[in-house]
């Protein structure tokens, strides 16, 4: 089959380029913007690439077009699809039909930790010998690729909640049709496509009904959103995490080992470098899960010790003069809280720097500005980049004192940061996109 996938570059397409080239299909693509590390990555697989959305890639003929959900009505290539009457199909509905179909589709879901608990899940059934394909929104240190096809039986992915495509606004998940589904956690996020915290609930509700009553939901149990949607109808097996009742962390010590319970018994204990108690909880539910699939805790625990966290989760990005830059893809504010809290941890009595840019289109709108400066109070310094806001991030933070620096120029930013950082200090950048490259660039002001 020859695929053409429009919006080819961003990570979920491009995942899906590299398992269907993995699978035997021919793969050609286009986006908007065609540059490395994605395009890089798709032309060492063989996946012609094409800038831009021009009618005339109809003449490549492929037996279908996959339609990524960044292209809306008005783009050029996909009103003469339209117009021409050529097959379409949306990109996790190919996935479902071409790749899923038959597996044993893992699945994670919810607000905050999908990416690094998919990735954890996905390193257990390989350390497992399981050898399952995957397709995850970021780069598991692991495996060094985020999507892989396979010829076992499972399949790990992360679940998001985003909508599908211009054609079909449910979200992506309803169309993977899990076995076992993980519900790491439930809040307000997207604005751009949801109206509110209903709206997404509703969609969390048609995944729970897609899933088969032999099958199994790890949920998190002290979520009450979570708790409501499974209230709204459940017809699987549901085992809870976070709660004493069902999978639970014990306290922590000083070198970041605890013990994994499983309703008060010892399942034993993991000693891994992972900061903050939301990764604890990853990997119960990473571990609940796996479980399910035949992997017994005690091989999903010895596994997580030698897990290597995924690219852009308190990556390490470099030390210049004894300050330490870290890239962390938080963006929303409960993300921005356990991040910071997970690093004040780690470096105890160290400043924390804190550089923000509210990249995301919820960040942007404003819908989450009255929580911002509360996830921020655990930082010594902040410094918000905010071109681009529908909102005054100076009245925002101004609960925060004199502790925060707002500015609208990136040079100036850089330059800002630069000038106050001192030996010791510890910069965690956060932002949901590249953020102009600030984490190397200001490594190499420091240096």
């Not at 307000?188 to 199994?216: K, M, S, Y």
Request: charged content about 20%; some cysteine.
């Amino acid at each position: 089959m020859h695929i053409h996938i429009l919006g080819i570059c961003g990570t979920f397409m491009g995942g899906i380029a590299a398992i269907a080239r993995q699978a035997g299909h021919q793969v050609t693509g286009c986006d908007a913007q065609v540059y490395p590390p994605m395009s890089t990555q798709l032309a060492d697989q063989g996946i012609t690439l094409i800038e831009g959305y021009a009618p005339d890639q109809v003449k490549l003929k492929p037996d279908v077009f996959v339609i990524g959900n960044v292209v809306t009505r008005g783009n050029p290539l996909m009103e003469e699809i339209l117009n021409q009457g050529l097959p379409y199909v949306s990109g996790p509905q190919w996935l479902a039909e071409n790749v899923l179909h038959g597996k044993w589709v893992l699945a994670v879901a919810g607000t905050h930790g999908k990416t690094t608990t998919a990735a954890m899940l996905a390193w257990i059934l390989e350390h497992a010998g399981l050898k399952p394909g995957f397709l995850i929104g970021g780069v598991p240190g692991n495996f060094g690729i985020s999507a892989r096809m396979s010829d076992t039986p499972f399949f790990a992915i992360e679940a998001d909640e985003y909508d599908t495509a211009f054609f079909d606004k449910r979200s992506k998940f309803v169309h993977y049709r899990p076995r076992t589904a993980v519900l790491n956690n439930l809040e307000f996020d997207h604005a751009d496509i949801f109206p509110d915290l209903a709206a997404i609930e509703t969609q969390f509700h048609h995944l729970v009904r897609t899933i088969p009553a032999n099958g199994l939901i790890i949920s998190n149990g002290a979520d009450l959103n979570l708790e409501r949607v499974l209230g709204r109808g459940c017809w699987t097996p549901v085992e809870r995490f976070a709660v004493a009742g069902g999978w639970s962390a014990g306290a922590q010590d000083a070198a970041g080992g605890f013990d994994i319970l499983r309703q008060g018994a010892r399942e034993g204990r993991l000693q891994w470098d992972l900061l903050g108690s939301h990764n604890q909880l990853n990997a119960l539910a990473a571990i609940a899960a796996a479980r399910h699939s035949g992997v017994p805790p005690a091989v999903a625990i010895e596994a997580l010790a030698q897990f290597k966290s995924v690219k852009r989760r308190m990556e390490t990005k470099g030390v210049a003069r004894g300050i330490t830059v870290y890239d962390d893809f938080a963006h929303h504010p409960t993300a921005i809280q356990t991040t910071l809290a997970g690093l004040r941890a780690k470096v105890g009595g160290a400043r924390i720097v804190a550089v923000l840019e509210p990249r995301s289109n919820t960040m942007k709108q404003g819908v989450m500005k009255e929580r911002l400066a509360a996830s921020l109070i655990t930082a010594d310094r902040v410094f918000c980049y905010s071109a681009g806001l529908a909102w005054d991030a100076n009245a925002v933070l101004a609960p925060l004192a004199g502790k925060a620096v707002v500015c609208d120029d990136f040079d100036r930013l850089l330059q800002l940061i630069a000038t106050e950082v001192r030996a010791g200090d510890h910069v965690l950048i956060m932002s949901n996109g590249g953020f102009g490259g600030i984490h190397d660039k200001l490594l190499g002001r420091l240096a």
